[in-house]
């Protein structure tokens, strides 16, 4: 049925769409004609680093820590790009890379500030936003194009709106669906405008590498790339079976996404995900590779989760390690138990449970630590008395609600738990 | 590169506007005047304010001055120094 290129296969598909159309998920239908928008500021850190700082401007920097520590790139700016310097990659390899490169170190309150301002600026434009980073966004914008003579018209209005009131530019995709819209934001960076129709999807987005795909991981890729699928137009027209066969109910879920039907709506903001989880995660620097150290920074970052939960009056009952070695060899561990519960002490002894487990009596170095709880719910005012309210529960309560409100009135650094004071800020 | 400090400076301001535009700073006996800030945010310290703004003197020294609301006072916190 299908020939050696993937125009090949599409017209295979063509010939019988019957067999496909039984798949497609029920909710798909529903959400046809709709038009989504995504935003990506360009360099988001760096371009606010050159708007203070005019030295700066036309250089390659890095925003992040310095290489001296053993921190990472937040942003790279684009001279800084040529030189192969990206985001998430160690100060020291940039500095390897680009060795006139300058690092600035990030300024998360003013990148959040502006943020804030960003989705005031794209409220003006959708009433459906969804802030997926702090430097990315969706819009819903079904029906609102009329407003702006076409979708082109719109995009270039808040393109104009961005520049005009934040000297800042951004590229936008605009399509049918989440996944192509941000596809099509990243088809022309910087500054980029592109709007895709279907037929845009098959002439632009297809001939992609399917690595382009958001959800497509390093293991999903191997996988594909193991039965032949290259492009995002071979995943969109590879037979079914033959994907579920390989990557079970999820390869069948690609193939939707591939082809521009899948159904994932625009979560404003009044509407939280159900599967939510919060972490916090933390690069240790050099020198604090003790077995003390690392100790210290899980129990900060335990209060910081715990905190934000408390502060949402969320609870979870699934704690999540992660933990990186200096080989970059990462592992995650998990524990699932029947109370929930957003108690910093007693996370902390789990957390510190599974840390144990993991590194044993091992000394190798570790480069990263992250604690995530998730399985959230909001919390219950009056719950039934748990396993965890016991006298030692009920302590660590009062003094979670005294740190608290503490931290309400005068901010976060104002109190720290004696223990965590090591590998806090 | 950014030199971090944590210098008390004198500032001369002006609110106009609902709005706070430091004009003028006095550093190690020196006077600054600002001639153009290209950067302001805020962030809450529990219910208090704190205010930053990245300005440019009339030598082009970029700086960046914060004012806390909680404590009145205007501190000098990095200097980019070539």
């Known amino acids: 049925m299908f020939g050696n290129s993937w125009q090949d296969r599409v017209d295979g598909f063509l010939e019988k769409p019957e067999a496909n159309q039984k798949r497609r998920p029920p909710g798909a239908a529903r959400f046809r004609g709709r038009r989504i928008v995504h935003i990506d500021m360009d360099a988001y850190f760096a371009a606010l680093e050159e708007i203070k700082n005019p030295h700066l401007a036309g250089k390659p920097i890095a925003v992040g820590s310095s290489p001296t520590s053993r921190g990472v790139v937040s942003t790279a700016s684009y001279p800084a790009r040529r030189y192969g310097v990206r985001s998430g990659m160690s100060t020291r390899e940039a500095l390897r890379l680009c060795p006139q490169v300058i690092f600035v170190g990030s300024e998360l309150q003013q990148y959040t500030y502006v943020s804030a301002e960003l989705i005031n600026i794209y409220h003006k434009f959708s009433p459906s936003v969804q802030a997926t980073s702090v430097d990315e966004a969706f819009l819903d914008i079904t029906g609102c194009a009329h407003l702006y003579g076409s979708e082109e018209q719109l995009g270039r209005q808040l393109k104009n709106t961005i520049r005009d009131k934040l000297s800042l530019t951004c590229s936008v995709g605009i399509a049918s669906t989440k996944v192509m819209a941000k596809v099509a934001s990243s088809v022309f960076k910087p500054d980029g405008l592109t ?222 738990r004696a223990y965590s004071h090591l590998g806090s800020d | 590169m950014y030199q971090d400090l944590d210098d008390p400076i004198e500032v001369i301001a002006v609110f106009s506007g609902h709005q706070l535009k430091p004009v003028r700073f006095k550093w190690k006996d020196r006077v600054h005047k600002i001639t153009r800030i290209t950067g302001s945010w805020k962030k809450l310290e529990g219910e208090f304010i704190v205010r930053f703004f990245a300005v440019i003197d009339e030598n082009t020294n970029v700086f960046q001055l914060m004012y806390n609301e909680r404590l009145t006072d205007w501190t000098l916190s990095k200097v980019w120094v070539e």
């Open chain 1, 195 to 416: 709007v895709l129709d279907q037929q845009g999807i098959i002439q632009i987005v297809h001939p992609l590498p399917v690595g382009k795909l958001w959800g497509v991981g390093p293991s999903t890729l191997r996988a594909l790339e193991e039965i032949g699928i290259k492009t995002i137009g071979d995943l969109a027209h590879w037979p079914v079976d033959k994907l579920r066969r390989r990557l079970g109910s999820f390869g069948e879920a690609l193939r939707l996404i591939a082809r521009g039907e899948d159904d994932s709506r625009v979560l404003a903001q009044e509407e939280p995900p159900q599967d939510k989880s919060m972490s916090h995660e933390r690069t240790l620097p050099l020198k604090a590779v003790s077995r003390d150290y690392q100790l210290a920074t899980l129990h900060y970052l335990c209060d910081r989760v715990t905190r934000r939960m408390r502060r949402h009056n969320y609870e979870g009952r699934t704690v999540t390690l992660k933990l990186r070695w200096t080989d970059f060899k990462t592992i995650t561990r998990a524990i699932t138990f029947s109370q929930y519960t957003d108690d910093t002490l007693h996370i902390y002894k789990i957390v510190k449970g599974i840390w144990q487990a993991a590194v044993g009596e091992s000394n190798k170095p570790v480069r990263l630590l992250g604690v995530a709880v998730s399985h959230l719910r909001e919390k219950v005012n009056n719950p039934q008395l748990g396993l965890f309210d016991n006298s030692a529960g009920r302590r660590h309560k009062i003094t979670d609600t005294f740190i608290d409100s503490l931290r309400d009135k005068y901010g976060e650094s104002v109190i720290h």
